[in-house]
T-cell receptor, first 112, second 111 residues
Framework: DAGVIQSPRHEVTEMGQEVTLRCKPI?????LFWYRQTMMRGLELLIY????????DSGMPEDRFSAKMPNASFSTLKIQPSEPRDSAVYFC??????????FGPGTRLTVT | SQELEQSPQSLIVQEGKNLTINCTSS?????LYWYKQKYGEGLIFLMM?????EEKSHEKITAKLDEKKQQSSLHITASQPSHAGIYLC???????????FGKGTRLHILP
């Protein structure tokens, strides 16, 4: 298996623009997690899905952030409008049972 | 997360030396997970500990969960350059599927 795939790997955008991050989990994994990592706050869980259903989105910063999982093999995290404080590395992870998570390589987002 | 404290924040050791990283929670843990992150990459799962007093080893890395299940230590014996990276502990504190991560310990190995 290719592992968790994320795209793009790097994204530079201007403040106010819409940003869409994509994730393809490992086939057969029922759980999908979106994290954000910064130096100041460390690794934070934004939202996670179980069998394509959002279970907990309490970590989503505000209404500018939204996540979808239309099917078992694809998820998106959207930021609209983006702000400089959204600059971070965003990770997607999948898991067969929740705790042993397999992380993607991350998307480094820079909002100018 | 301040709910899970890791120490030290960074560590520089000579190749071949032993080292220990600690992870402390203010609340009882249902599960404790250790992950490693190479600089610029995603996290790699190392070990999971669930029972008080449990100890697990993988190659030269040993992790232990204390009896009260509120503290874990990760010990590396005879460190090598390949051990360099960021070590993060993660905790299951509510028996749901969420893991709360510490801020990590940055480990540098000097040749």
């Amino acid at each position: 298996d290719a592992g968790v795939i994320q795209s793009p790997r790097h994204e530079v955008t201007e403040m106010g623009q819409e940003v869409t991050l994509r994730c393809k989990p490992i086939s057969g994994h029922d759980y999908l997690f979106w994290y954000r990592q910064t130096m100041m706050r460390g690794l934070e869980l934004l939202i996670y899905f179980n069998n394509n259903v959002p279970i907990d989105d309490s970590g989503m910063p505000e209404d500018r952030f939204s996540a979808k999982m239309p099917n078992a093999s694809f998820s998106t995290l959207k930021i609209q409008p983006s702000e400089p404080r959204d600059s971070a590395v965003y990770f997607c992870a999948s898991s067969p049972w929740g705790y042993e998570q397999y992380f993607g390589p991350g998307t480094r987002l820079t909002v100018t | 997360s301040q709910e899970l404290e890791q120490s030290p924040q960074s560590l520089i050791v000579q190749e071949g030396k032993n080292l220990t990283i600690n992870c402390t929670s203010s609340k009882t843990l249902y599960g404790l997970y250790w992950y490693k992150q190479k600089y610029g990459e995603g996290l790699i799962f190392l070990m999971m500990l669930q029972k008080g007093g449990e100890e697990k080893s993988h190659e030269k890395i040993t992790a232990k969960l204390d009896e009260k299940k509120q503290q874990s230590s990760l010990h590396i014996t005879a460190s090598q350059p390949s051990h360099a990276g960021i070590y993060l502990c993660g905790a299951d504190r509510s028996r749901d599927d969420k893991i709360i991560f510490g801020k990590g310990t940055r480990l540098h190995i000097l040749p």
